[in-house]
């Protein structure tokens, strides 16, 4: 699989057939929209060609309380395992959003990308200000430009599949059905550093993950870690901004049960399983101790109940 970007680096493209979207969480709607695309591809002689976008438009112009579910990199990964030859991943910037919808689809999708067959979601929205739509790309497929397939992104049950969705289901600590979802569950990946050790003084000793961003979740979880070699291991992750203490500062802190290896330095994995309670400010650190003492009690049970330990 070749990944592309820049438009400036395909001289002479080969006919495709294309799935275009954000594929950001790569949720159940997105893995309709590209193995539509690669059974095309296959049944007529066509590259099976992704074209996504990095930053993501919502990056770009800074929208409150976004954030990626996944990264590029991952992204990257999950769409070689769907026998996708090329992927085009566009920079998101200024000149790129001046471009019109007219533009989009004569000047990049028809005249640079040769696309054959183009699938999206019925929503799917393009150029400046978001003024092309479904319709537009209907007419330039009647006109004999390309074939067009539309998929309804819909559960059985009428909601909408959606990152945005997603996103909110996160923010709201509903990480069960999120993560029914996603093709993987939702983690956060960074490498532990030194922090105040406030954890080992309480008995809690934690993994102090940097992560790159900030994110609008908050509270205490029931977690799956990946470090390495090592599978399976399960914890308990606060992320916030430690309120009994200066309440400044997101951070990711991870207690892993039954491990007490040094950490320092490595990267781990941490996949977030379901939430346990908000974080709260407690009056002295004895309270905070009695409680975190009650979701390891719980963390286990729930473990025990629906995991493996």
Excluded at 107 to 123: E, P
Excluded at 154 to 173: M, P
Excluded at 289 to 298: A, G
């Amino acid at each position: 699989m070749i990944v592309i970007n820049n438009l400036d680096n395909i001289k002479n493209s080969y006919p495709c057939a294309i799935a275009i979207g954000n594929f950001d969480g790569m949720h159940d709607g997105h893995v309709k929209l590209i193995k539509n695309a690669v059974k095309y591809a296959k049944q007529n002689n066509l590259l099976p060609t992704i074209l996504t976008f990095d930053p993501m438009p919502q990056e770009f112009f800074k929208i409150n309380n976004f954030f990626k579910i996944i990264s590029s990199e991952e992204k990257i990964e999950i769409l070689k395992k769907f026998e996708i030859e090329q992927v085009i991943q566009l920079p998101f910037n200024e000149e790129f959003s001046r471009v019109s919808a007219k533009s989009f689809i004569e000047d990049i999708l028809v005249k640079k990308l040769n696309c054959q067959y183009i699938v999206v979601g019925t929503d799917f929205k393009y150029g400046n200000k978001r003024q092309g739509d479904i319709d537009l790309l209907q007419k330039y497929m009647d006109d004999g430009h390309f074939k067009l397939s539309k998929i309804d992104l819909l559960k059985s049950s009428k909601t909408k599949i959606s990152s945005s969705f997603i996103r909110n289901l996160l923010i709201k600590g509903d990480f069960e059905i999120a993560n029914s979802l996603l093709y993987k569950p939702f983690k956060l990946s960074g490498k532990v550093v030194h922090g105040e050790k406030l954890g080992r003084y309480l008995g809690y000793p934690t993994a102090n993950v940097e992560i790159c961003n900030s994110y609008p979740i908050n509270g205490i979880f029931l977690v799956e870690v990946n470090l390495g070699s090592q599978k399976n291991l399960y914890g308990l992750a606060s992320i916030g901004n430690k309120p009994t203490f200066s309440g400044k500062n997101d951070l990711l802190e991870v207690f892993l049960l039954n491990f007490n290896s040094n950490l320092y330095g490595q990267k781990i994995e941490v996949m977030f399983l379901e939430k346990i309670r908000n974080q709260i400010k407690f009056k002295n650190t004895q309270m905070l101790v009695e409680k975190m003492n009650e979701d390891t009690e719980y963390a286990v049970k729930l473990i025990k109940e629906k995991y493996e330990l």
